[in-house]
């Protein structure tokens, strides 16, 4: 079955430096990587996602994530991270069956400190 | 392009009674999802539709979850009657064709409590 794990449950990193978040995954097959962020109150916005190709993939609000086969990881990364950046961060896996559902992480809060 | 529309967003009932969402996917969006995520977990999928008719139903707890879309386009979901358990953010997402690669869009969610 497919499953993805986050884990550290928060992350704290000071503004102006760089950040990760991290993730790994166990799926058969070729997997299909998804970050998503949650503002309070708010759904989830999509970051990015991984499909095929580049192992980094770029994505939204400057956020890049690196998929390596071998360590079976996905980590969300940020060169250098603001305090808007403070939410939390969910990593998913595409279900491969008879549905798509994306299977979700427990999330990972991030806390940016000016 | 309009994002995911959900209504109400927040919803306080009370045990034994009962509430209905409200989900209107991005436009031209064939596949609907409704997602339950409970405090300090992430998102579990309820219910799929591609246009009306369902793909996969088999964590729905069917004793006191119904949903439908049937016009393909808008989603209503339903419990009744609501247990404590239940107190959640109920998210609706759509994606274009429910292939592996597409993107799920995610609304605002709605979040119930149930006392």
């Known amino acids: 079955a497919q499953s993805v794990a986050q884990p550290e449950d928060q992350v704290n990193v000071a503004e102006g430096n760089p950040l990760t978040v991290k993730c790994t995954y166990s799926v058969s097959g070729n997997p299909y990587l998804f970050w998503y962020v949650q503002y309070p109150n708010r759904g989830l916005q999509f970051l990015l996602k991984y499909i095929t190709g580049d192992n980094l993939v770029k994505g939204s609000y400057g956020f890049e994530a690196e998929f390596n086969k071998s360590q079976t990881s996905f980590h969300l990364k940020k060169p250098s991270a603001l305090v808007s950046d403070s939410a939390l961060y969910f990593c998913a896996v595409r279900d491969m069956g008879h549905t798509d559902k994306l299977i979700f992480g427990t999330g990972t809060r991030l806390q940016v400190f000016p | ?115």
């Open chain 2, 1 to 115: 392009e309009a994002g995911v529309a959900q209504s109400p967003r927040y919803k306080i009932i009370e045990k034994r009674q009962s509430v209905a969402f409200w989900c209107n996917p991005i436009s031209g969006h064939a596949t609907l999802y409704w997602y339950q995520q409970i405090l300090g977990q992430g998102p579990k999928l309820l219910i799929q539709f591609q246009n009306n008719g369902v793909v996969d139903d088999s964590q729905l707890p069917k004793d006191r979850f119904s949903a439908e879309r049937l016009k393909g386009v808008d989603s209503t979901l339903k419990i009744q009657p609501a247990k404590l358990e239940d107190s959640a953010v109920y998210l609706c997402a759509s994606s274009s064709t429910g292939v592996y690669q597409e993107t799920q869009y995610f609304g605002p969610g709605t979040r119930l409590l149930v006392l």
